[in-house]
């Protein structure tokens, strides 16, 4: 999806213009890999731009950053406030926010210890990233022959830079077949997560995910969801999931910030259908607490101007 520019990107403590906001061709990330990052969306609300689930988001910044030996050097509370200042200073209502934190310039070679961590927060406007349509009526998937990692090979836990070649990998083999999103399997055969995001399965009146044991990314939204639908009444709970299940599954949605929540239409040309009643009222719920209109989760928004 094309990148809309804004004015400022923060950068280690500084708003620089957007176009200055570069880094040198031998920093480490750039060859290695070893970096990490959130997506977070700021919307629209009563009280103007809110930023949801903006703490979470950030100290799982940190955790996977504990995980893969970066020492980001700012705390938790400076980057939520340079995160807030960062979009109040692009005027946006709502825009999808990008906190990274990598390695530099100055060290080569595969130890990083010695690498010293750069942080930026850039922010701009975008859309629905699975398409207007695919939140209204599902997208199609297909089970990718590319597997998620094992859990000893990359944490599953850290939101990893490198991570995601094989995010890509399913998603091009996806988009060069005609369907719009890709399923990964463990494996052990089991269920993971699409591309970049959790996946549900309801069946019998009830939702399912897979585990982090799968290698499933223990998403922000995903816990977002589940809290909804306890809420709400529905049982939730993480379970393996086979390749069978989906087939035949009463309804099936998946979550992420970018692509907030989605029906799943069909997998691998097995249909699904129109999106079912907990889908809707899952996704019902969450745009309701995104845009704050539900008093009982205001503790998800920071508003930007308050």
Not at 221 to 246: F, W
Request: charged fraction near 20%; glycine fraction near 10%; include cysteine.
């Amino acid at each position: 999806m094309p990148l809309e520019k804004a004015d400022k990107i923060w950068m280690n403590g500084e708003l620089v213009n957007w176009d200055d906001a570069t880094v040198h061709v031998l920093t480490h990330t750039l060859h290695y890999g070893n970096g990490v990052f959130e997506g977070i969306r700021a919307y629209e609300t009563d009280r103007g731009p809110a930023i949801f689930q903006l703490r979470p988001h950030i100290e799982r910044l940190f955790q996977s950053a504990k995980i893969l030996f970066i020492d980001i050097p700012w705390t938790v509370d400076q980057l939520v406030e340079a995160t807030l200042e960062t979009v109040r200073v692009n005027g946006f209502s709502s825009c999808y926010i990008r906190p990274l934190a990598y390695l530099g310039y100055g060290e080569m070679g595969l130890n990083p210890l010695p690498c010293s961590v750069d942080v930026s927060i850039a922010c701009w406007p975008w859309g629905s990233y699975l398409g207007d349509d695919g939140v209204k009526n599902g997208v199609r998937m297909m089970i990718s022959s590319w597997q998620r990692h094992d859990p000893n090979a990359m944490p599953p836990a850290a939101k990893g830079c490198g991570h995601y070649i094989n995010s890509q990998m399913a998603k091009v083999q996806a988009i060069k077949a005609g369907y719009d999103e890709a399923i990964l399997l463990s494996p052990q055969g089991y269920v993971s997560e699409c591309t970049g995001e959790n996946l549900f399965v309801v069946r019998d009146g009830g939702i399912v995910t897979p585990p982090t044991s799968a290698g499933a990314l223990e998403g922000i939204t995903q816990k977002t969801v589940r809290r909804i639908a306890e809420d709400l009444g529905i049982p939730y709970s993480q379970g393996n999931i086979l390749r069978s299940d989906l087939y035949i599954a009463d309804e099936a949605f998946v979550s992420g910030t970018a692509a907030e929540v989605v029906p799943i239409r069909s997998v691998d040309d097995r249909e699904i259908g129109d999106p079912g009643p907990i889908t809707q009222a899952i996704q019902e719920g969450y745009f309701a607490a995104v845009r704050g209109q539900s008093p009982q989760y205001t503790e998800w928004n920071d508003y930007v101007n308050a």
